[in-house]
């Protein structure tokens, strides 16, 4: 490749709102054949909010909301953020001493004397806690609507679950077909509940067997890896929470410019406006300018 070729790529890159971290990028997007796309964040918008709050029988839906929004005021996970303002809209928020962050999972920490947990499922079944037949009920119904449900849980006892809505953005679905357009083949890799993935994945188009659901953080980077022992050539596309590592390991990273600073690093490329389809349009830039250069 021409250099002089490879550095108009990459002025006509800046002009569409792509980012690129240096020419030689534009080389590794020529065999890309799958096209891995993070859920929050990227499909959607990331931008949560809190719309239901359910409690086991003979608890208070107002305690389950304040502890769950006290705790999540140190996570800087989205769905954290969208319990904490959902909480603070009913009242002040107690501290939190000993804090922990189980990435991917949820958060830990004591909240007006009691040993709160907040989550998966499956963290708090870690902690002894299980959902009751009812709370199960609740979000599995919620998941079928395409929300997050998060379990929250203290002292012991699994208490009531929060539900999380987000967006997904407009322009997702649209994306979606152009990659096809291009002979690409999208996969949703998301840690949310497989019946929140897939409500997602159907309204952009994306194919049931192309959704991983259920994966902790560090399970990204397997499933980019085992496309790639499988002799797929992988773009991933994320904003960096929990999925910078798979951004890095894939063969063409594309960060969301909405999304983080670590996403932005682990990157080849960013995508300015955190629009899916100059995502599509990164491919086709490099595309066209290779075939020019060849
Ligand atoms: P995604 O792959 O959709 O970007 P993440 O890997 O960031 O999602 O999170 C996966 C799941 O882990 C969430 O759907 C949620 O159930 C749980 N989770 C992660 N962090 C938190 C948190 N701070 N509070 C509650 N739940 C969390
Ligand atoms: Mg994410």
């Known amino acids: 490749a021409t250099p002089t070729a ?24 020529r065999r890309v054949d799958t096209v891995v796309l993070d859920k929050t964040g990227t499909v959607t918008t990331g931008q949560m909010t809190l719309t239901e709050t359910h409690a086991a029988t003979g608890e208070d839906a107002d305690d389950v909301r304040r502890l769950a929004g006290a705790l999540e005021a140190a996570s800087e996970h989205p769905l954290a953020r969208a319990i904490t303002d959902g909480a603070r809209q009913l009242t002040d928020l107690p501290s939190v001493d000993n804090f922990v962050n189980v990435e991917g999972l949820g958060v830990r920490g004591e909240v007006e004397g009691h040993r709160v947990v907040v989550g998966r499922p499956s963290l708090l079944a870690n902690d002894g806690l299980s959902l009751p037949d ?20 203290w002292d012991g006892w699994a208490r009531g679950v929060v539900v999380v809505a987000d967006q997904i953005k407009d322009t997702s679905a649209q994306a979606v077909r152009e990659l096809r357009g291009l002979g690409l083949r999208p996969v949703l890799l998301t840690g949310d509940h497989h019946r929140v993935a897939h409500s997602v994945a159907a309204v952009v188009g994306i194919h049931g067997d192309d959704v991983v659901a259920e994966v902790l953080p560090a399970e990204k980077v397997d499933i980019v890896e085992s496309l790639q022992a499988n002799g797929h050539v992988v773009a991933m596309v994320g904003d960096g929470v929990n999925d910078a590592a798979a951004l890095a390991r894939a063969d063409l990273g594309l960060a969301m410019g909405t999304g983080t600073d670590v996403a932005i690093q682990a990157s080849d490329l960013t995508l300015v406006r955190g629009d899916l389809r100059v995502a599509v349009d990164a491919i086709r830039l490099s595309r066209r300018t290779l075939s020019v250069i060849r």
Request: no cysteine; proline share 2%.
């Open 6 to 29: 490879l550095m108009v790529g990459t002025g006509r890159g800046a002009q569409l709102g792509i980012l690129i971290k240096g020419p030689e990028v534009l080389e590794q997007t």
């Open 134 to 153: 009812e709370l199960r009920a609740r979000a599995d119904d919620a998941a079928d609507r395409g929300l997050t449900t998060v379990a929250v849980g």
